[in-house]
């Protein structure tokens, strides 16, 4: 009896003592409904949710959207549903005037992958963040349709953000600098080995942040989809505003087999290449600080490399 009893306890010991160094060294996530005040860092905001640590189902959602350039997206769509990890792949069809091709069901059938095609009636690349209803997994992939990545790199990137799921992980990496006159300015690389905006290609970050970007004002969305642009760079202040904190983690892919493929479609080459591209997403980073009341964004050493996470710039 005496022996039940002492092992009865020290199981109960052991769980309450796993519970507390869980809960202490996994990240906290706070995020708020947006108004001025919680830009600013009011601390009598109204929170809205919290998460501590993972409760997710196994795999990955993976969320593409792709306009004009079935070519290359075909050999994009394929690279992801041959990924064992992925378990979803949200596809937004923004070829309105397009039937949807017949080998995205066949790939998906195929590879026994759930698919969602989603096919709204105007073209908007505001529509790329506001899906989370779509979403079952905590972990999502946001790529573009012009991105060729290995599983590898997938998994290698995921294994350091369970442990901090508050933080953005991706594969290309941006900053931004203040200018004499007051103004800021985007950067197409980093400055001084430092980045503060991680980019869709692909993306990796927490489902909760979806209404997060959900809640902000329609001006936002606006301003977004007046330039077709800076969808991204808005996940990123909402990010840094949400955990008053530097965006994320830039993760260095193991070889030459991430990359762009845009140079083989024949169809669109990107918003990139467009007139104007870099001059809209400077306009749109003073734009969101004048609406958010000051520059949430914060730069960050933070790498992925090969074989470790460093703090300091990779070489």
């Known amino acids: 009896m005496k022996l039940r009893l002492f092992l009865y306890v020290s199981c109960l010991v052991l769980v309450v003592f796993v519970i507390v160094i869980t809960t202490s060294i996994i990240p906290q996530f706070r995020s708020s409904t947006f108004n001025a005040a919680s830009a600013k860092g009011d601390q009598n905001q109204t929170e809205k949710y919290y998460f501590n640590g993972m409760r997710e189902r196994p795999g990955f959602t993976v969320i593409i959207m792709t306009h004009n350039r ?44 759930k698919l969602l095609i989603l096919q709204p009636s105007v073209n908007l690349i505001s529509n790329r963040m506001r899906l989370d209803p779509n979403i079952m997994t905590d972990a999502v992939w946001v790529s573009d349709d012009d991105i060729i990545i290995l599983e590898s790199d997938i998994l290698r990137a995921y294994s350091l953000w369970k442990w901090m799921p508050n933080q953005l992980f991706g594969f290309t990496c941006r900053a931004h600098s203040f200018r004499e006159d007051g103004s800021y300015q985007y950067h197409a690389g980093f400055i001084e080995g430092k980045f503060s905006i991680l980019l869709p290609a692909p993306l990796l970050l927490h489902r909760q942040y979806f209404s997060v970007f959900n809640s902000l004002p329609e001006s936002i969305f606006s301003m977004v989809d007046k330039y077709q642009n800076c969808e991204d760079i808005v996940m990123n202040f909402a990010v840094a505003n949400a955990t008053k904190d530097a965006v994320g983690v830039c993760v260095i892919a193991q070889n030459g087999k991430y990359g762009k493929i845009d140079g083989r479609s024949k169809g669109d080459k990107g918003l990139k290449r467009r007139k104007g591209h870099y001059l809209h997403r400077t306009i749109c980073l003073n734009e969101l600080v004048k609406i958010y009341g000051y520059m949430p964004l914060q730069y960050s050493e933070n790498y992925l490399t090969r074989d470790r996470f460093k703090h300091k710039p990779f070489v």
């Open 70 to 113: 079935n070519d290359i997206f075909k050999i994009v769509f394929e690279n992801y549903a041959n990924m064992e990890s992925v378990e979803k792949i949200i596809v937004q069809w923004h070829n309105i005037e397009q039937t949807i091709p017949t080998f995205l069901e066949e790939i998906a059938t195929t590879r026994k992958k």
